[in-house]
């Protein structure tokens, strides 16, 4: 079945640090969803990216939809206290609704 | 309008039990989506329902079934609980399958 690989697993930095993490996935998807998950709370939609190549921004979360279509990323810039949370990757196809998620990289930012 | 909402928040059952869960979409959102979320792992898909039917189906056993109402709400129902079943159960809604979702703030289930 469809997996994706999410990376790094946890990442510890300093407030107003820029943070990157990635997805790789063994299938092609036609739609990348980035979400953020707070203790005891269900994943918030970050960011859609629907077409190979796009780079599409939220603030400051950048997020892009690799040109192979089996990966993405995510950036925070300028990292603040409340980005603390896990961050998951999605991958899925239009209109087939489901969603493969990966494990998640959970950031701590330290003041 | 309102979000997605789920109940019970938290519950706690014993093995061999039935459990049944309850989602509201969003507003104006005629699809609803299922995901089973273990501690530490990301969440797995269950099964998806577009205007009452099932649309599609995860890697689970028929004693997790589900329903979709005319009011596009839903019910998460599973038979013979089993230790492992322990998990936040997520609800999320879209529009026309749409994979762009909206979460819940998730049913907490314990089994004992």
């Known amino acids: 079945g469809q997996q994706l690989n999410q990376s790094p697993q946890s990442m510890f930095i300093q407030e107003g640090e820029d943070v990157s993490m990635n997805c790789t996935s063994s299938s092609i998807f036609n739609t990348w969803l980035w979400y953020k998950q707070d203790p005891g709370e269900g994943p918030v939609l970050l960011i859609a990216l629907y077409k190979a190549g796009e780079l599409t921004s939220n603030g400051r979360l950048t997020a892009q939809f690799g040109i192979t279509r089996k990966d993405s990323f995510l950036n925070i810039s300028a990292s603040i206290p409340s980005d603390v949370g896990i961050y998951f990757c999605a991958g899925g196809n239009t209109n087939a609704g489901k969603s493969t998620f990966g494990d998640g990289t959970t950031l701590t930012v330290k003041p | 309008e309102t979000g997605v909402t789920q109940s019970p928040t938290h519950l706690i059952k014993t093995r061999g039990q039935q459990v049944t869960l309850r989602c509201s979409s969003q507003?104006?959102?005629?699809?609803v989506s299922w995901y089973q979320q273990a501690l530490g792992q990301g969440p797995q898909f269950i099964f998806q329902?577009?205007?009452?039917?099932?649309?599609g189906r995860g890697n689970f056993p028929p004693r997790f079934s589900g329903l979709q109402f005319p009011n596009y709400s839903s019910e998460l129902n599973v038979n013979a609980l089993e230790l492992d079943d322990s998990a936040l159960y997520l609800c999320a809604s879209s529009a026309n399958m749409n994979t762009e979702a909206f979460f819940g703030q998730g049913t907490r289930l314990t089994v004992v």
């Open positions: 507003s104006g959102h005629n699809t």
């Open positions: 329902y577009y205007r009452e039917e099932e649309n």
